[in-house]
């Protein structure tokens, strides 16, 4: 019995020590959360509004000058795959690869490379899929150990100069999009060729440019199309921590339970073994005394 109880006391250090752990990376997750919560609530109505725009100019384009919305027929896809560097969050990243894998398999007809922003879909797909990284720089997947606009854009400005060069015939970024600290939606957005919206197409409003169409095209667009990739980088950053936050939240509270848990069969068995000494002290009474 005194093996028992000790390998039980082993398990309640065991968890407890894991709990400290979760503890401490579920707070980390809520100091970083707040800043990245702060980055995109700030960044979202603007990117938002700038992404209307950009669908308004881009309709009143002429085809030789929107090169940015022409719709082709061509079956070469590039797909964004935006995951975490680190695991330890439910399934924020499963959600991503299965979005992912589920938009190929829908449109097997099409020939599919990807690109992926996050070690978990650089690890994931480099052995099965394949990635594409040519033009990006050495490691494009690592771009959340270093997330600003300039390094950002850097990869935007690539993706559109090779849909420019017909490289790609159309491009969607595949993201986690921060609702809350416990909620994440998978997003699959169309990046190029730039969608009008609905209200768009049927609108007739005639727009005036200024200070000329030609500048309009070649750095207002480009622009928007960078905030946009930034914008998606800052939802999954955001929905990461929330999601890491929860998951560690989840895994402490399970530890507790495991604890508790174990105390109480630790205590019973220790009731138990006392019993037993002290029911065995009686009966060699007994027997001395008879």
Same mark, same amino acid.
């Given at each position: 019995?005194?093996?028992? +109880?000790?390998?039980?006391?082993?398990?309640?250090t065991? *968890?407890?020590? %894991? $709990?400290? &752990? %979760?503890?401490? $990376?579920?707070?980390?997750?809520?100091?970083? =959360?707040?800043?990245?919560?702060?980055a995109?609530?700030?960044?979202?109505?603007y990117?938002?509004k700038?992404?209307? &725009? =950009? /669908?308004?100019?881009?309709? /009143? @384009?002429?085809?030789?000058?929107?090169v940015?919305?022409?719709?082709?027929?061509?079956?070469?896809? +590039? &797909?964004?795959?935006?995951t975490?560097?680190?695991? =330890?969050?439910?399934?924020?990243?499963?959600?991503?690869?299965?979005?992912?894998?589920?938009?190929?398999?829908?449109?097997?007809?099409? #020939?599919?490379?990807?690109? !992926?922003?996050?070690?978990?879909?650089?690890?994931y797909?480099?052995?099965?899929?394949?990635?594409? %990284?040519?033009?990006?720089?050495?490691? !494009?997947?690592?771009i959340?150990d270093?997330? /600003?606009?300039?390094?950002?854009a850097?990869?935007?400005?690539?993706? $559109?100069?090779?849909?420019?060069?017909?490289?790609?015939d159309?491009?969607v970024?595949?993201?986690?999009?921060?609702?809350?600290?416990?909620?994440?939606?998978?997003q699959?957005?169309?990046? @190029? !060729?730039?969608?009008?919206?609905?209200?768009?197409?049927?609108?007739?409003?005639?727009?005036?440019?200024?200070?000329?169409?030609?500048?309009?095209?070649?750095r207002?667009?480009?622009?928007?199309l960078? *905030?946009? =990739?930034? #914008?998606?980088?800052?939802? /999954?950053?955001?929905?990461?921590?929330?999601?890491? $936050?929860?998951?560690?939240?989840?895994?402490?509270?399970?530890?507790?339970? +495991?604890?508790?848990?174990?105390? @109480?069969?630790?205590n019973?068995?220790?009731?138990?073994?006392?019993?037993?000494?002290?029911?065995?002290?009686?009966?060699?009474?007994?027997?001395?005394?008879?």
């Amino acid at each position: 019995m005194a093996g028992g +109880l000790k390998e039980v006391r082993n398990r309640i250090t065991s *968890v407890q020590s %894991t $709990m400290q &752990i %979760t503890s401490a $990376m579920k707070m980390v997750s809520a100091a970083k =959360l707040r800043r990245a919560q702060d980055a995109i609530t700030a960044m979202r109505p603007y990117a938002q509004k700038l992404q209307e &725009i =950009l /669908s308004n100019v881009s309709a /009143s @384009l002429d085809a030789s000058e929107g090169v940015y919305s022409e719709q082709r027929n061509g079956n070469n896809v +590039l &797909i964004v795959a935006i995951t975490s560097n680190r695991g =330890l969050c439910g399934g924020f990243n499963n959600n991503i690869i299965k979005e992912v894998n589920s938009y190929m398999a829908d449109n097997s007809h099409m #020939k599919f490379s990807i690109l !992926p922003l996050g070690k978990k879909a650089n690890d994931y797909y480099k052995s099965r899929t394949g990635v594409f %990284t040519d033009g990006y720089g050495d490691h !494009p997947y690592e771009i959340f150990d270093d997330l /600003s606009f300039t390094n950002v854009a850097a990869i935007a400005e690539t993706i $559109m100069d090779q849909f420019v060069d017909r490289r790609w015939d159309k491009v969607v970024m595949v993201y986690n999009q921060f609702k809350n600290a416990a909620s994440q939606e998978v997003q699959n957005e169309q990046f @190029l !060729p730039i969608q009008q919206t609905a209200s768009t197409s049927s609108s007739s409003v005639e727009y005036i440019f200024e200070p000329s169409r030609e500048e309009i095209v070649e750095r207002i667009i480009p622009n928007s199309l960078k *905030v946009q =990739l930034f #914008k998606g980088l800052l939802d /999954s950053n955001a929905a990461e921590h929330g999601a890491r $936050m929860t998951a560690m939240h989840k895994a402490t509270d399970n530890a507790k339970d +495991l604890v508790n848990d174990l105390k @109480l069969r630790y205590n019973k068995a220790r009731q138990a073994a006392i019993t037993n000494e002290i029911l065995e002290i009686v009966g060699g009474a007994e027997a001395l005394n008879g």
